[in-house]
């Protein structure tokens, strides 16, 4: 009979275990999809430049056989905070920064290596918070090249500007669209060569609801003075995790160089990211 009591107490506590373990599970599991569904959405939007987040990323990208024996490395991170700020109910101001921190190495003859700062280039988007009517998000506005590097090797002497715009559209999981810029030199060293730059970025990516994301984009630039492309291919694969409560998407990329000057980088070229995803402001 004492068996026959302990079997049952044993067997009402396993049923309990079950029937909490079920429960459980039910109500987690609808708040993990819930939170993947949140992750992909988030990814996705890290892929739309004129997107109401504030982000930090931090790019490094390594370059070789650059100069004129193709000799030369270069490594440059690029530091790039990206801030949207609110100017009415149908306005948004995107503010989209580009510092640059480069090493190279044998680029130049005779030279050895350098490091410091690069030109800073600042880009500044007026864009209507509602997506036309065919579904394409717009944003144009003002670009400078400012002439902050710390080495004349690494920079242009000059202070440039321009006009900048960009479009895009996402059909799905798609996003594909296009960034363009122009900057002429208006002031700086004389004895540097004046800048009439073409920057055009075309680019299309696929997100999965797992949140990892595929992206093939080009960052093609035209010199007006030299007539001279520079045209890398770029494909890059992100994932985003979270650390802690802060969404962090992570990429690695290769690429290829299509077309460079003489003295450009050439072969494959390589690139690593972090994006941070930091709090609006209230």
């Known amino acids: 009979m004492i068996r026959s009591f302990r079997s049952a107490r044993t067997t009402r506590v396993s049923l309990t275990a079950v029937l909490l373990s079920a429960t459980l599970a039910a109500a987690v599991g609808p708040a993990r999809t819930q939170e993947q ?31 004129p024996a193709d000799r030369g490395t270069k490594t440059v991170t690029n530091v790039q ?43 500044l988007f007026f864009s209507p918070w509602a997506p036309t009517a ?12 400012l002439p902050t590097a710390t080495d004349s090797l ?12 960009v479009a ?4 799905g999981r ?43 984009q080009s960052e093609s630039s035209y010199n007006w003075k ?16 979270r650390v802690g409560r802060l969404p962090v998407s992570l990429a690695v990329g290769v690429g290829q160089w299509l077309e460079s000057p003489a003295a450009g980088p050439e072969g494959i070229r390589f690139r690593l990211q972090a994006n941070l995803v930091l709090p609006k402001r209230r």
Do not use: C, M
Not at 134 to 145: A, E
């Open 154 to 165: 690494l920079g242009s002497r000059k202070w440039s500007a321009g006009p900048a715009g």
């Open 37 to 67: 569904a949140a992750d992909a959405g988030l990814a996705q939007e890290l892929t739309n430049p004129l997107a109401d987040l504030i982000t930090l990323p931090v790019q490094i990208n390594f370059d070789r056989d650059l100069g």
């Open 226 to 241: 030299s007539e001279q492309w520079s045209i890398p291919l770029n494909v890059s694969v992100s994932k985003l995790i």
């Open 81 to 123: 905070p990206v801030i949207p700020f609110a100017l009415s109910e149908e306005w948004n101001l995107i503010s989209r920064t580009i510092v640059p921190i480069v090493y190279q190495d044998d680029v130049f003859p005779g030279q050895g290596s350098q490091f410091g700062l690069g030109d800073v280039n600042l880009s």
């Open 174 to 216: 798609w996003t594909l669209g296009v960034l363009a810029n122009h900057v002429w030199s208006f002031a700086g060293d004389d004895a540097r060569q004046d800048l009439s730059n073409t920057f055009v970025q075309p680019f299309v990516s696929y997100t999965w609801p797992s949140a990892w994301t595929v992206s093939v």
């Open 168 to 171: 895009l559209t996402t059909r």
């Open 134 to 145: 065919g579904g394409v998000i717009w944003g144009v506005g003002p670009v400078f090249l």
